[in-house]
């Protein structure tokens, strides 16, 4: 009996969700009206042969940061935090760190930061563990940028998520300074402000992000610009491609000092990206791969370094104790 | 290279970014509390995390062009291979080696007591160690340069690790060596090599050799290193059954003599009765061979008194004891009776007497040969062979088993007679497993049981170690086993040997000359590759080669029709006769023959004449 209700209320959602998207314009016409904010482009490989010369001999650096959480359930948690910079050609620059709110320090932040912006200290934890590894990643980002001095630097997530903390304003300077392109990589897309330009947000429907906009309308190897006076966020440049088979979007984010190499970058990054796949450049997937701290990792760390005592009395939930 | 995952106290594994691990090379785990333990590679992996396997999971090809870009951008996706392996720990421990800890090479001096149980002037050089390629560089003198190896492709290649040492003299106590392998497999190789290396400590040795294939004469190959070129001409010895050695028919009793007749078809036990009967002690070939065809002119005559009649009449034999033996053949026609019976007799008997294998000089030549410490070589059909085996084990084994009692006894010792090895390729022959009644399998058996204690040993060579006798099978301590893959054959040598699962399964791709040696003298299994061979068999041209080969023959015939060209149907006569002049009587088609192998090879050419129908002409 249970099951069939289920059933029944999934079978509801779906056609709720489809009538949602129902009136929806057809991709054609998404596309003529997206054009009046900015341009269709393709990108074009560039030969393996001529890659030297087009970065003049510079190598490429992407930062991503991984996190993993030992927990029972809040405050009882303990994050191990890692970030890599990796360099075609050059050695690894990484970061680590751990964060817990049994710490006191931490515990003073996030009562601050839940009375800043009332919400509860959980959430308050959250944000905090997110900043936290964004800022981790925005040093290690810096001393890539200041060590290498890449032709690309590419960052796993969009530039809002960095440019709240002081160094950004550093990371930026020696970018401009040193030619080095930055970008940011965003693998889900999660503005609305696309849609929002097209109108398509009405008061009784709920809310069209720009990913349920760009689904399906751009081909293999396309991307969309806008025109300069058009920002999706902030003074920042952002390009929405389809560098893979899959036909959800990415999005690059550029610095408007750097607006001219946009294109010349897109070429770049769709030559550095898989054909078949999510659309990512293989260099950021491969950078992913290796930061990425394994469960099975944090476990033997905590199993290792931490007194059995501490280990069963505040991280050992008594859930993971049930017969079946 | 470090010590990765989950360990135990027999099996740990290892994995690298920078160096492959090669199966079946030593390494050292630095676990201190452990004293650093040896381990051996028996598995090997290498792994691409960025290059996946291709599966419903990621269904993704890495994309070359991509790769490509990030090479030109100094990273290297190969680079990312990362090596694993699974070592297995050679010493025995009490706890688990360390997580973590580092892996390195060795120095010879570190694994030479797993490696070396012998030096090369006391032990059996047999090959080169699989897996020791690394401590070539640390490998003292007097190990070097003494096994080189052989490619089918390239020749002779110099010895490229360190040399496996077989310390034959500690077969004392863990006596006796099978030879298994498929046809290919590098079994008689390693055979002959076996041999060689024995006839070089001048261990006397009987060889069986079903085969005509044992001779180490000829040397295997001129470009063999000079140090290392040596034949053994002169301490080996080749007798054939039948025409150098035979059997002493005096020295038979009635089960020897029905034995040898077996061998020729099986025989009934109604027979066996009447060879008991018949056989009278002191008999040679010629009185027993009269007495049972009188018999079997007895029972043919229609009237016995006729039969006496006629017999009285004889000038063969003695007056005075014709009466005395006619009495006896009477007697024997009561207790016998059946005609057929010694007809079936007279005709293996005859068979047996016209393979020549009774003889009055026996098996002295081997004898002597085992005496003056050469290797004796007895060739025959695998028939002949099972049946004189039997023969020849029985008396050259009571020879040595009576003189060791008599000096354990402290008795006269009157005939020395020397420790030996018995050798014999398709052993499943000699000893097969199961009920049917093989003479040989009873004295190989009990040498096998208790040779040991005489100092006599089996070298027991088969492809089908399934087919051989349990017992002696169970009694070979040393086993050296080359590719195999016969299910059956498999689960023999799983039972049987120490060999582990994992080279249970690397047994049917062995490349020929590669063997697993499993030995209490050496302690555990070792992977080995058999180094060449000095000699080689006198028969190993390709009979496919051999088609291929023109004779003397062939030349000269080629060379008169050659001389006669242009050939047409009108003057064939004139090469038929000019052929016939030089001794090759040949038929009109046999020469057309000839002459289209000439076509074949371009010396002539042939045309089409609506006159004279063809034409071979000589190509300009």
């Known amino acids: 009996m249970l099951e069939a209700h289920l059933i029944k209320s999934l079978q509801d959602f779906n056609e709720r969700i489809k009538r949602n998207y129902q009136d929806l314009p057809q991709a054609d016409t998404l596309r003529d009206k997206i054009s009046l904010f900015g341009r269709f482009i393709y990108c074009n490989k560039i030969d393996a042969s001529r890659i030297p010369e087009f970065t003049e001999c510079r190598p490429v650096v992407a930062v991503d940061g991984s996190r993993i959480e030992y927990a029972s359930f809040f405050p009882y948690s303990l994050v191990f935090m890692r970030t890599l910079a990796k360099c075609t050609g050059g050695s690894d620059i990484t970061r680590s760190g751990i964060i817990s709110p049994l710490n006191l320090e931490v515990y003073n932040q996030l009562e601050k930061i839940s009375d800043e912006q009332d919400i509860s200290l959980e959430e308050a934890y959250t944000l905090h563990l997110k900043y936290s590894l964004a800022y981790m990643e925005l040093l290690t980002a810096l001393e890539a940028a200041k060590t290498y001095k890449p032709y690309m630097l590419m960052l796993d997530g969009g530039f809002l998520l960095f440019d709240r903390f002081e160094e950004w304003e550093e990371l930026r300077r020696v970018c401009i300074e040193n030619k080095i392109i930055l970008t940011g990589i965003i693998e889900e897309i999660a503005t609305a402000e696309l849609a929002n330009w097209l109108d398509l947000n009405r008061d009784n429907r709920i809310r069209i992000y720009d990913r349920e906009v760009l689904f399906g309308i751009l081909e293999v190897g396309e991307y969309l610009i806008f025109n300069s006076d058009r920002r999706i966020k902030k003074d920042y440049c952002t390009v929405f491609a389809r560098l893979g088979t899959s036909p959800q979007a990415i999005g690059c984010d550029f610095l408007s000092e750097q607006e001219d190499d946009v294109f010349k970058s897109m070429d770049f990054i769709y030559t550095l990206t898989p054909k078949s796949g999510q659309g990512i450049p293989l260099w950021l997937q491969i950078t992913d791969a290796r930061v990425r701290i394994k469960r099975e990792e944090a476990e033997k760390l905590v199993e290792n370094y931490l007194d059995p005592y501490v280990k069963e009395k505040i991280f050992k939930a008594n859930r993971k104790k049930r017969a079946f | ?620």
């Not at chain 2, 242009?566 to 088609?589: A, C, H, T, W, Y």
């Open chain 2, 1 to 620: 290279m470090q010590v990765v995952g989950m360990t135990n106290e027999h099996e740990v594994w290892a994995a690298s970014n920078r160096r492959k691990f090669r199966l079946n090379e030593l390494l050292i785990i630095e676990d201190d509390k452990l004293g650093n333990p040896v381990g051996e590679v028996i598995e090997t992996y290498a792994l691409n995390p960025f290059i996946p396997a291709v599966d419903e999971k990621s269904p993704v090809l890495i994309d070359h062009e991509v790769v490509d870009s990030l090479s030109r951008l100094g990273y290297e996706i190969n680079e990312e291979v990362i090596y694993t392996a699974k070592i297995r720990i050679l010493s025995e421990l009490f706890y688990p080696v360390s997580t973590g800890v580092r892996v390195r090479e060795p120095h010879f001096h570190e694994v030479e007591e797993l490696l070396i149980k012998s030096n090369p002037s006391e032990g059996l050089v047999l090959g080169v160690i699989q897996g020791t390629e690394g401590l070539l560089g640390s490998l003292p003198e007097e190990y070097r340069d003494i096994a080189p190896l052989y490619e089918n492709k390239t020749g002779i290649k110099e010895q490229n690790g360190v040399p496996f040492i077989l310390d034959y003299r500690a077969m004392n106590n863990y006596p006796h060596i099978g030879i298994f392998g498929g046809s290919g497999s590098g079994k008689s190789f390693g055979l002959r090599v076996l041999i060689e290396e024995l006839i070089k400590k001048r261990v006397p040795l009987l060889v069986f050799d079903p085969h005509y294939e044992m001779s180490f004469k000829e040397i295997f190959d001129p470009s063999l290193p000079p140090h290392f070129k040596e034949s053994f001409e002169h301490r080996s010895l080749i007798l054939t059954v039948g025409s150098d050695v035979g059997v002493k028919f005096e020295t038979l009793n009635s089960g020897d003599l029905c034995n040898l007749l077996s061998a020729v078809s099986p025989v009934t036990e109604a027979m066996e009765n009447a060879v008991a009967s018949i056989l009278e002690s002191g008999d040679n070939l010629e009185t027993f061979t009269s007495r049972l065809n009188d018999l079997i002119s007895l029972l043919e005559s229609p009237d016995e008194s006729e039969f006496k009649e006629a017999f009285m009449q004889r000038r063969d034999i003695e007056e005075n004891k014709k009466a005395q033996y006619l009495n006896r053949l009477s007697a024997l026609k009561k207790q016998v009776g059946q005609l057929s019976t010694l007809k079936s007799i007279n005709w293996r008997l005859n068979r047996l007497i016209r393979q020549g294998i009774f003889m009055e000089q026996g098996i002295r030549q081997i004898e002597e040969g085992l005496k003056a410490q050469k290797t004796v070589i007895v060739r025959g059909s695998i028939w002949m062979l099972k049946v004189y085996a039997a023969y020849v084990l029985r008396s050259i084994y009571n020879k040595r088993r009576e003189y060791r009692d008599a000096l354990q006894r402290g008795q006269k010792i009157e005939n020395k007679f020397p420790p030996f090895f018995v050798v014999t390729d398709e052993a499943h022959n000699f000893a097969p497993r199961g009920e049917q009644n093989v003479p040989s399998r009873r004295e190989i058996k009990e040498i096998a049981q208790e040779g040991r204690k005489y100092g006599v040993f089996l070298i027991l060579a088969t492809q089908r170690p399934a087919l051989l006798d349990d017992t002696v099978n169970a009694q070979l301590n040393t086993k050296i086993i080359f590719r195999t893959v016969r299910s059956t054959d498999l689960g023999v040598i799983k039972e049987e040997t120490d060999i582990g699962s994992e080279e249970i399964k690397r047994l049917p791709y062995l490349p020929s000359g590669t063997g697993f040696v499993s030995s209490p003298i050496f302690g555990r299994t070792v992977s080995m590759r058999v180094r060449v061979a000095k000699t080689r068999s006198p028969h190993q041209l390709n009979p496919f080669d051999e088609l291929e080969m023109e004779d003397e023959q062939d030349k000269e015939v080629m060379e008169i029709i050659n001389q006669c060209l242009p050939v047409n149907q009108s003057n064939l006569i004139d090469v038929m006769k000019r052929l016939e002049n030089r001794g090759f009587g040949m038929g009109e088609s046999e020469i057309i023959n000839y002459l289209d192998k000439m076509v074949e090879k371009g010396i002539v050419g042939k045309e089409n004449n609506p006159l004279l129908g063809f034409i071979y002409k000589r190509n300009s």
